[in-house]
């Protein structure tokens, strides 16, 4: 019912910028936030940066400062502008909303974009 399609990843060199994108479609009524986490292999998802309903933004220490998160809320989709970038931000990126569906709400998750951080 609802598809998130992350798009945007790649491999960059550190101190470069990148921007990804996240998606949402299908019967969607109300999107309550939308966030990006970022997860390494064998390691916890982290959240990386977080965007409400009223625009407010909230962002994990390590990126504050050099990510930006925004949305479309016309196009239900949400952005995260990556500046200076560091090795240490390799990782697969996934974007998740919090939407409402008919009369229930639910967590939705896209299937991830890798970027690499790598000179």
């Known amino acids: 019912q609802v598809r998130l399609v992350e798009s945007g990843g790649g491999l960059v060199q550190p101190g470069e910028s990148l921007t990804l994108s996240c998606a949402a479609s299908?019967?969607?009524?109300?999107?309550?936030?939308m966030a990006w986490y970022r997860q390494g292999t064998g390691e916890q998802r982290e959240l990386v940066a977080t965007?409400?309903?009223?625009?407010?933004?909230d962002y994990a220490d390590s990126v504050k400062g050099r990510f930006t998160i925004s949305r479309d809320n016309a196009k239900n989709t949400v952005f995260l502008q990556m500046d200076n970038l560091k090795p240490e931000d390799t990782d697969a990126y996934y974007c998740?909303?919090?939407?409402?569906?008919?009369?229930?709400?639910?967590?939705?998750w896209g299937q991830g974009t890798q970027v690499t951080v790598s000179s």
């Open positions: 299908g019967s969607i009524r109300s999107i309550f936030f």
């Open positions: 965007i409400h309903q009223g625009g407010r933004t």
């Open positions: 998740k909303g919090k939407i409402l569906v008919g009369q229930t709400v639910s967590d939705y």
